[in-house]
T-cell receptor, first 117, second 112 residues
Framework: GAGVSQSPSNKVTEKGKDVELRCDPISGHTALYWYRQSLGQGLEFLIYFQGNSAPDKSGLPSDRFSAERTGGSVSTLTIQRTQQEDSAVYLCASSLARTSLSSYEQYFGPGTRLTVT | GENVEQHPSTLSVQEGDSAVIKCTYS??????FPWYKQELGKRPQLIID?????GEKKDQRIAVTLNKTAKHFSLHITETQPEDSAVYFCAASGGYGNKLVFGAGTILRVKS
């Protein structure tokens, strides 16, 4: 089936504006993760969803960042009052249920490139 | 928390040669170690992974080894080809429902 999809692919916004980034996980994947990749850097964990709840939010950089997941599927990451240091590629990943032998594997979406001017 | 170190940061090899990338981790509770390949402007793609109950895993030209005692794991690519050129990331995790902690990445260049 289709892989993880994200929208928009690119977003340019002015400093101080709010942005919403969307992730559609692979159908049937119950776990969903958000990561951030700054230019030339590795991937930094933001938040993890199991179903609609978020047992691990430890990577969110500040209270300007929030995320939700509805219906155990689509997730949105919201950044309020964007700052220039928020510029990065935001990647979403999903994985199968715990009962699956492949449950550890995380599959990534193409990312949203956010530029804050 | 977990910390993953990855070396080297860049690696240039001649086509047909082997490439080895090494990672160390700090948290002995980590039990899952995937490797991702990321081409420029593309998403990270899982190429191979290993769990802590296994010491080595191979898939065609790619192999991963794990030394739990020393807390390090390595990616081995044999008979490298130009299309292997990319950034490679190692990661460590406590398994399902646990975040991946990534190394800083290795830029691999295969010269033809």
């Amino acid at each position: 089936g289709a892989g993880v999809s994200q929208s928009p692919s690119n977003k340019v916004t002015e400093k101080g504006k709010d942005v919403e980034l969307r992730c559609d996980p692979i159908s049937g994947h119950t776990a969903l993760y958000w990561y951030r990749q700054s230019l030339g850097q590795g991937l930094e964990f933001l938040i993890y969803f199991q179903g609609n709840s978020a047992p691990d939010k430890s990577g969110l950089p500040s209270d300007r960042f929030s995320a939700e997941r509805t219906g155990g599927s689509v997730s949105t990451l919201t950044i309020q009052r964007t700052q220039q240091e928020d510029s990065a590629v935001y990647l979403c990943a999903s994985s199968l249920a715990r009962t699956s032998l492949s449950s550890y594997e995380q599959y990534f979406g193409p990312g949203t490139r956010l530029t804050v001017t | 928390g977990e910390n993953v170190e990855q070396h080297p940061s860049t690696l240039s090899v001649q086509e047909g040669d082997s490439a080895v990338i090494k990672c160390t981790y700090s948290d002995s509770a980590s039990n899952y170690f995937p490797w991702y390949k990321q081409e420029l402007g593309k998403r990270p793609q899982l190429i191979i992974d290993i769990r802590s109950n296994v010491g080595e895993k191979k898939d065609q030209r790619i192999a991963v080894t794990l030394n739990k005692t020393a807390k390090h794991f390595s990616l081995h690519i044999t008979e490298t080809q130009p299309e292997d050129s990319a950034v490679y990331f190692c990661a460590a995790s406590g398994g399902y429902g646990n975040k991946l902690v990534f190394g800083a990445g290795t830029i691999l260049r295969v010269k033809s």
